[in-house]
């Protein structure tokens, strides 16, 4: 399951982040912090799709569990809005048909991934 997630995170934070010329590795207040604007975002595209909440609760409960109390509340909401702030302006400029054309796709494919049981080793 912890894999299955893991990719959940990668897949979907790099579906709509900046190439980053940060070389250091991910730090869990760093990996947290990506879960979070995760969350944001997929929370975003089911209300703007009028999707069932199915994929942010898999990932708000991940959330909870891994990364309870490592960010401050200041940070969880300065990245929340900054990421409400560019998906809202997307949706604006696009329009909810194309948005949600290119956005639930990505969201199908993470909440199908997410859905599979983890495999044992």
Do not use: H, W
Request: proline letters at 3%; charged letters at 25%; hydrophobic letters at 35%.
């Amino acid at each position: 399951m912890k894999y299955t997630l893991l990719v959940i995170i990668l897949f979907s934070t790099s579906l709509s982040a900046e190439p980053s010329n940060n070389t250091k590795p991910n730090t869990s207040k760093q990996a947290c912090a990506e879960l979070s604007q995760s969350l944001t975002r997929n929370t975003a595209v089911e209300s703007f799709c009028k999707l069932e909440p199915k994929l942010s609760e898999k990932i708000n409960f991940m959330y909870k569990k891994v990364c309870n109390q490592v960010l401050t509340e200041t940070e969880i909401k300065q990245s929340a809005d900054a990421v409400m702030l560019e998906l809202t302006e997307t949706y604006k400029t696009m329009g909810e048909g194309a948005f949600c054309k290119k956005f639930v796709s990505d969201y199908d494919v993470l909440l199908e991934i997410s859905s599979r049981p983890s495999q044992k080793k």
